[in-house]
């Protein structure tokens, strides 16, 4: 089994930050891409951002220049900085990891989610 457990959401002001983290623990051999999806109320689940093992990073372009992926490989945790917030990050937040519980077979795992809310 692996799990993925998320901490550090909640509630702020627009122009706030917030930082989310996300562990990845179990039967682990190997992570390949870990990173964040969110989905607002009557929306579709959305990529925020992707960080692979190597440190290459990818975002959404809504979130550019005010989040920052980071990763801690010896931890199995990756990092989430989110500055700037504006109402329509509002959210809930998943965690993704593309993980192996053995060489050459990887699965896509995800958090149960942490919700970030934005309001005056």
């Known amino acids: 089994q692996v799990q993925l457990v998320e901490s550090g959401g909640g509630s702020v002001q627009p122009g706030g930050s917030l930082r989310l983290s996300c562990a990845a623990s179990?039967?682990?051999?190997?992570?390949?891409?870990m990173g964040w999806y969110r989905q607002a109320p009557g929306k579709q689940r959305e990529l925020v951002t992707i960080?692979?093992?190597?440190?290459?990073?990818n975002y959404a372009d809504s979130v550019k220049g005010r989040f920052t992926i980071s990763r801690d490989n010896a931890k199995n945790t990756v990092y989430l900085q989110m500055n700037s917030l504006q109402p329509e990050d509002t959210a809930v937040y998943h965690c993704?990891?593309?993980?192996?519980?053995?060489?050459?077979?990887?699965?896509?795992?995800w958090g149960q989610g942490t919700q970030v809310t934005v309001s005056t």
């Open positions: 993704y990891g593309r993980i192996a519980r053995r060489l050459g077979i990887a699965n896509d795992y």
């Open positions: 179990g039967s682990i051999f190997s992570i390949n891409g």
């Open positions: 960080i692979t093992s190597g440190g290459n990073t």
